[in-house]
């Protein structure tokens, strides 16, 4: 028999050497990037033995006090824990003019939307919304998840009763219409996600078209305060909403707030079960009368209504500078967002000590939605503005 045949080894004994080598070449070579946070101003700290005194409005301060008998103290006003949040819808109720409504407190606006549309749809239905409806993309697929699909009607920016009448004729003459999902609701928000809005004679067009092909028509109320500050564009006072709309909500969060939402339920079809999506969607909150406090307090008298206005006049003051310095606007709003067009440059410069929201590019530069709130003062603006 022949000699096997040594098969020749692989030398590997300079590895470890060249791996070493490697790995000190990799650690001179490489930098590493350093959080260098973010750039703000700062106001200049006191100085020693130097007495801050700062300036709170007494309206802005709401004084609540719980005795060990369970009582409760708002402002200097008693009322039992369990009185709070029927007090605080029957203030709701008297601003609408309507008693027969149904009030319910949510959390924040995108449980709101959720269970307000899958409380009100079938499997096999969906809802009516423009492209750039908050729903459809600004909300991370929530109606989607409840087994609803959102039907994109229009690449335009707001509804008209023309569009859904157009909609519904070819919906309903649809030989194959058990293959397709049904429309059942028409959403839209007040104002809309670029600030436009809705007129009374709008809101009435709408609602007419939505009772005529038995669609519930729902209002996404969260910056509800900021449209009713536009009177004069829109001819809508907030007691005629519960003759415009099957379901709408009021928003708080975006007034102040910590958080909440109030739902409005006209329709008798929709209230019959409505807490029971509440329970199922974990909403119904054990502490619920955290959020009648706050409302309370909003509709006692007519906070909610002068956050409104204040936001927007603080709005109109910063569009009206910005078109003074010949900064472009992309959209004509009358509430409190704004959205300009600017360079990268400046874009990333103002971002520096400012929140701006991108809202898209065109061939002028980019979109960036500038907002106004509750919180917001002359000051800040005043900061924003000297940046053009």
Known sequence: MGKKRKMPGLNTSSTADISFMLLIFFLVTTSMDTDQGLSRTLPKPPEENQKVEIKVKERNILNIRISKDNLLMIGDEYSALQDVRPRAKEFIKKHLKNDKVDIQFLIGGTSSNQIVIASCLRPFEGVLTVESGHINCHETGAVEATGHKVISLTKELKMTAEMIEKFCILQESDPNREHVVQAKMVYLSLP???????????????????????????????????????????????????????VMYIGGTKCGALFGEAVVIMNDEIKKYFRYHIKQRGAMMAKGRMLGIQFYELFKENLYFEIGKKTVDLAMYVKEELKKKGVKLFIDSYTNQQFIIVSKEKYEEISKKFILSFWGENEEGIIARVCTSWATTKETIDSFLSMF
Do not use: M
Not at 204 to 228: N, Q, S, T
Not at 229 to 234: F, G, I, R
Not at 238 to 244: F, G, K, R, S, Y
């Open 192 to 246: 809309t996600e670029y600030g436009l809005l809705y007129s009374k004679k709008e809101l009435e067009d709408i609602y007419k078209v939505c009772k005529k092909h038995d669609l519930y028509l729902f209002i996404d109320g969260a910056r509800l305060a900021f449209a009713l500050a536009c009177y004069e564009q829109t001819n809508l006072k907030i007691e005629d909403l519960p003759n415009l709309c099957d």
